[in-house]
């Protein structure tokens, strides 16, 4: 059984910087696509980036040059740098994975982790 756990969130101040991990256990061959969300409170869950097995990324706009998006594949973990974090940005942030390879052959679909609270306060 694959699992998602994510670390790393926090109470910053603006301007701020913090490192979300995300490591992914389980019987796994490979990982495709990674990613993280975040949801506000009274809002939808929103893509946040995402970067592929090859390392190709994608960021929404309104976190682009602010935050990087990384991933060690020997280690089956994603990262996310938040740089320069504003009010706004306070949300539960969910690592996602799309697809994973298991040893089995077996392909699972759409893992979740728990959350990491990031609140950016003054």
């Known amino acids: 059984q694959v699992q998602l756990v994510e670390s790393g969130g926090g109470l910053v101040q603006p301007g701020g910087s913090l490192r979300l991990s995300c490591a992914a256990s389980?019987?796994?061959?490979?990982?495709?696509?990674m990613g993280w969300y975040r949801q506000a409170p009274g809002k939808q869950r929103e893509l946040v980036a995402t970067?592929?097995?090859?390392?190709?990324?994608n960021y929404a706009e309104s976190v682009k040059g602010r935050f990087t998006i990384s991933r060690d594949n020997a280690k089956n973990t994603v990262y996310l740098q938040l740089n320069n974090l504003r009010p706004e940005d306070t949300a539960v942030y969910y690592c996602?994975?799309?697809?994973?390879?298991?040893?089995?052959?077996?392909?699972?679909?759409?893992?979740w982790g728990q959350g990491t609270q990031v609140t950016v306060s003054s």
């Open positions: 970067i592929t097995s090859a390392g190709t990324t």
């Open positions: 996602h994975v799309d697809r994973i390879l298991e040893v089995t052959k077996r392909i699972g679909y759409d893992y």
């Open positions: 389980g019987n796994i061959f490979s990982i495709y696509d």
